[in-house]
């Protein structure tokens, strides 16, 4: 078994990314599922772009664990009643979203 990485990459109107990092902030029901390791949310510097964006990056112990969450009801919920599926395209501070999943084939911690 391979640890792996999740990482969603989220294009964002221009001046609305703290309005979707707010959503971050706080611990959700990710952290709870079995296999889950920790939780990245990285910020883009887009100084230069006509978007923001950012990265939230999931550490798994191995894929089948991503994939029970990913795949499990209550997260489909999740993202069904997130605030803004109910909002028109327009209204929506997002622009796309990209999923790429990684193995994890190094790791280096600080030198003691």
Same mark, same amino acid.
């Given at each position: 078994?391979?640890?792996?990485?999740?990482?969603?990459?989220?294009?964002?109107?221009?001046?609305?990314?703290?309005?979707?990092?707010? =959503?971050?902030?706080?611990?959700?029901?990710?952290?709870?599922?079995?296999?889950?390791?920790?939780?990245?949310?990285?910020?883009?510097?887009?100084?230069?772009?006509?978007?923001?964006?950012?990265?939230?990056?999931?550490?798994?112990?191995?894929?089948?664990?991503?994939?029970?969450?990913?795949?499990?009801?209550?997260?489909?919920?999740?993202?069904?009643?997130?605030?803004?599926?109910?909002?028109?395209?327009?209204?929506?501070?997002?622009i796309?979203?990209?999923?790429?999943?990684?193995?994890?084939?190094? =790791?280096?911690?600080?030198a003691?």
């Amino acid at each position: 078994m391979t640890m792996m990485m999740a990482v969603n990459t989220i294009k964002i109107k221009k001046g609305r990314a703290d309005e979707v990092l707010a =959503r971050f902030a706080e611990p959700k029901a990710v952290h709870t599922y079995e296999g889950f390791v920790w939780m990245e949310v990285l910020k883009s510097d887009t100084s230069d772009l006509d978007y923001d964006e950012i990265k939230v990056c999931t550490t798994w112990e191995d894929e089948s664990y991503f994939k029970a969450w990913a795949e499990s009801g209550r997260t489909r919920r999740m993202h069904k009643e997130s605030p803004t599926a109910q909002v028109s395209e327009e209204e929506k501070p997002t622009i796309s979203a990209e999923l790429t999943t990684f193995e994890v084939v190094h =790791r280096h911690a600080p030198a003691k």
